[in-house]
């Protein structure tokens, strides 16, 4: 059963020109692994992708969670960490979230997110 679901979309311009702006951007968005595996990316490029899908699927869970970003839950809450395949998985608060699903998707100007998170229908 669905007990929420969140899209986000981000122009990768706006992400690069936010880095630009405020040099603690990175800090409060990734948390320490996300950019542990940004230092690994060798281009420009590929890191705003990587950035910027980030940031979609972090607004993406938030929005399927009916938190939003805020009080409860920040962009550091949230981790987007890839599996041993590279398939995007998500950790809040450290916790695995074997209940929500994410898939990332970028393209020359663009980073969408989708985020689904299921309930068992015997939680109730």
């Known amino acids: 059963m669905i007990q929420g679901t969140g899209i986000d979309l981000v122009e990768l311009y706006r992400i690069e020109q936010a880095i630009k702006r405020n ?3 990175l800090n409060r968005v990734l948390s320490k692994r996300e950019m542990e595996l940004l230092k690994q990316i060798p281009s ?5 992708e ?3 899908g980030r940031f979609a699927a972090k607004e993406a869970f938030a ?3 009916g938190t939003g970003i805020g009080e409860t839950l920040s962009f550091k809450d949230i981790e987007i960490i890839p599996d041993q395949w590279g ?3 998500i950790f809040v608060k450290g916790s695995k979230m074997t209940e929500a699903f994410v898939s990332i998707s ?3 100007q663009f980073a969408v997110a989708q985020v689904i998170i299921e309930k068992s229908i015997d939680q109730g």
């Open 23 to 25: 040099g603690r951007f």
């Open 87 to 89: 398939k995007p998985e």
């Open 50 to 52: 990587f950035v910027s």
């Open 63 to 65: 929005k399927a969670n």
């Open 44 to 48: 420009h490029k590929r890191k705003m």
């Open 106 to 108: 970028h393209s020359k």
